[in-house]
């Protein structure tokens, strides 16, 4: 397993234009891939766009990027070109 934090750094949060970006990116890859809240309140599917809408991610908070599988390792980095591109 692979696991990453990462900071939304998008100004609007994760709405739609962010997460439909971050499932395009995990669909490709044989892996698991969640995002978590770092308390572990909430979790969400990256490649289940209603999953990752819902846990209502707003600017500058931080989040847990965990994958497991084949492709662990290029899925988590990925997601992370993606966090980092959302910078405005």
Known sequence: MV???????????LHAR???LIVAAALPFDAVIRI??????AWADAKQIMDVMM????????LLLK??????AA?????TDVFEGMAP
């Open 55 to 62: 846990l209502n991610v707003g600017f500058g908070e931080t």
């Open 75 to 79: 899925a988590i980095a990925a997601l």
């Open 36 to 41: 978590e809240r770092p308390d572990g309140t």
């Open 18 to 20: 962010p997460v439909s």
């Open 3 to 13: 696991e990453k934090r990462v900071t939304v750094l998008s100004r609007m949060g």
């Open 67 to 72: 994958a497991e599988g084949k492709e662990e």
